[in-house]
């Protein structure tokens, strides 16, 4: 099955800087990369995906990226702000099932 | 918030016992899903479902049994065959399997003495 491996797990940033996280993962046939982020004690929602047909996608503050020659797929959050302090798992995806990765806790320091 | 719901929000209960936690959708979609959350190790599938009437094992089944007799609902129920039941449990749905979204419950926090 696939293996999705997601560093680092913890990730400090001061305020304004910007954040890196990075997957990588086994299976050629994932075709789905979404990104989640979790607030304490918070349901997890998605703050990003991207399909294997792109290779990077904005929104905002935010973007993703794709190579699928190496496998893996990096998550890029700029001018962080303490609001952006959660754990972000990133995933991949073919047909029926989701992988997800350990997960990255991320603080962002005024 | 609304959507996909859980319940209870807490759940305690003796080693030996049968637990059922419950996840309820009125999103129409058709593919549900139950994850287990461990400190560290991400979300582990448990069981998913893609029509009423038909489910799939993930990769930590055991001691775990599901049922969806209805599309809204796809109730969990922890046997006292599983060997470390104590964990957040969280519930999904999509429209479809594939490149869709999954919109998670509030979670469950099950400990079990």
């Known amino acids: 099955g696939e293996n999705v491996e997601q560093h680092p797990s913890t990730l400090s940033v001061q305020e304004g800087d910007s954040a890196v996280i990075k997957c990588t993962y086994s299976d050629s046939a994932s075709n789905y990369f979404p990104w989640y982020k979790q607030e304490l004690g918070k349901r997890p929602q998605l703050i990003i995906d991207?399909?294997?047909?792109?290779g990077e996608k904005k929104d905002q503050r935010i973007a993703v990226t794709l190579n699928k020659t190496a496998k893996h797929f990096s998550l890029h959050i700029t001018e962080t702000q303490p609001e952006d302090s959660a754990v972000y798992f990133c995933?991949?995806?073919?047909?029926?099932?989701?992988?997800f990765g350990t997960g990255t806790s991320l603080t962002v320091i005024p | 918030d609304g959507g996909i719901t859980q319940s209870p929000k807490y759940l305690f209960r003796k080693e030996g016992q049968n637990v059922t936690l419950s996840c309820e959708q009125n999103l129409n979609h058709d593919a549900m899903y139950w994850y287990r959350q461990d400190p560290g190790q991400g979300l582990r599938l448990i069981y998913y479902s893609q029509i009423v009437n038909d489910f799939q094992k993930g990769d930590i089944a055991e001691g775990y049994s599901v049922s969806r007799e209805k599309k809204e609902s796809f109730p969990l129920t922890v046997t006292s065959a599983q060997k470390n039941p104590t964990a957040f449990y969280l519930c999904?749905?999509?429209?479809?399997?594939?490149?869709?979204?999954?919109?998670f419950g509030p979670g469950t926090r099950l400990t079990v003495t």
């Open positions: 991207i399909r294997s047909n792109v």
């Open positions: 999904a749905s999509s429209p479809g399997t594939g490149w869709y979204e999954q919109y």
């Open positions: 995933a991949a995806s073919y047909g029926n099932q989701f992988y």
